[in-house]
Every structure is written in C-alpha cells, then in structure tokens.
C-alpha cells in the first residue's frame, strides 16, 4: 500500500513563496510520474504540474508557468513544488497524485484517475 503525504502549505501574502512537499511510504515510486493538482472552493479540480518518473520532462498549467517548478527526489521518494510569485487565485488545497502513465498526472479526467491521491495540503495567498 502506498501514501502520499503533502505538507508545506500554509497562509502567504501575495507575491511570496511556498515550497510543497509530497512524501511517499509503502514502497518506491521512482518509476511513477508525480503531479500536482488543486482545487479551489466551488471550483473544480485542475492540473497544476507534473513531472515523469526521472524528471527528464515537466508539464505545468498557463497559470502558473514561468512562478512554479515541479522536482523530484527518487532517493527521498518525494515530488515538491516550489511556488514563487504568488497571487491569490492560487489559494487552494493541493493535491499530489502518482500513477505509471504520465498522460494521467497532467490531464484533469474523471474515467481514468491516477493511481495514488493524496489528502492535500491548503495553501492561501492573501492579498
């Protein structure tokens, strides 16, 4: 069985920055892309980011290019996502996800879920 725990998130002023964390437990997931999601209240959940299994390629939302950038630790078993420039329609709950497929990680769907979610973490950016 595996568990992703985020943790990292918390209240920020506009323009400044959080470092998210997703830990990995149970087994290995180095061959497993990562991403992150997030979702807003009375929104529905969108792709933020994700990484393949050996960080060679990256994907990220027009939102948030150029301010956020996704990375992984094989040997800790943790994705993070460093979060520069903050606004506050980036307050959310942040999901991290991991599944075999890449495609799944950076594509919003509700037929083909990744295969491990976490419980979030919730970060707030005020203004």
């Known amino acids: 069985q595996v568990q992703l725990v985020e943790s990292g998130g918390g209240l920020v002023q506009a323009g400044g920055s959080l470092r998210l964390s997703c830990a990995a437990s149970g087994r290995t997931l180095s061959g497993y892309a990562m991403g992150w999601f997030r979702q807003a209240p009375g929104k529905e959940r969108e792709f933020v980011a994700a990484i393949n299994w050996n960080g060679g390629s990256t994907s990220y939302a027009d939102s948030v290019k150029g301010r956020f950038t996704i990375s992984r630790d094989n040997a800790k078993n943790t994705v993070y996502l460093q979060m520069n420039s903050l606004k506050p329609e980036d307050t959310a709950v942040y999901y991290c996800?991991?599944?075999?497929?890449?495609?799944?990680?950076?594509?919003?769907?509700?037929?083909?879920?990744?295969?491990?979610w976490g419980q979030g973490t919730q970060v707030t950016v005020s203004s």
């Open positions: 996800a991991a599944d075999p497929t890449f495609l799944r990680v950076r594509v919003v769907t509700t037929t083909s879920e990744p295969t491990y």
